[in-house]
């Protein structure tokens, strides 16, 4: 395989993210590859678009949660030089959904965080191991420190 061509950065917003952005942007700066940033939305109901749907104005509606998610995402993607049509929010499980979108999208390295265990077990129950079994292409995980 020739250089990398489009790089995957599967954000999650977790405390030390930046680390792995900047990980991905010098790695698509290193190959002078395509860069596009996703986030998987597992945490935020689907918004329910049929008749009859309510939605409580006193409570943080999925609606205000899941404009925050993209606030976030636009501002990752506008520190890292992201083109606004390479930055993605999908539903899903991220252990699946991550893997999926980057079959479809031709990605060449996917880049993810991983929580640091010791051992064998530094990627063992995690979304990075997921990915990386899953996933069509290479991934790279870079090891969070924790605490």
Request: charged residues 20%; aromatic residues 6%.
């Amino acid at each position: 395989m020739g250089a990398y061509q489009h790089i995957l950065l599967a954000v999650d917003y977790s405390e030390h993210g930046d680390l792995v952005a900047r990980r991905a942007k010098d790695l698509a700066e290193k190959y002078q590859a395509k860069l596009s940033i996703v986030h998987v939305l597992d945490n935020i109901p689907m918004p329910d678009t049929g008749y009859g749907a309510v939605i409580s104005l006193a409570e943080d509606s999925g609606y205000e949660l899941l404009e925050a998610e993209k606030v976030r995402l636009m501002q990752i993607g506008d520190q890292l030089g992201v083109a606004q049509a390479n930055r993605w929010m999908i539903w899903g499980a991220p252990k699946q959904e991550i893997a999926r979108f980057a079959e479809r999208e031709r990605i060449d390295l996917i880049v993810v965080g991983s929580h640091g265990r010791h051992g064998l077990s530094l990627l063992l129950g995690s979304t990075a191991n997921s990915v990386l079994h899953h996933a069509g292409c290479d991934v790279m995980a870079i090891r969070l420190l924790n605490g």
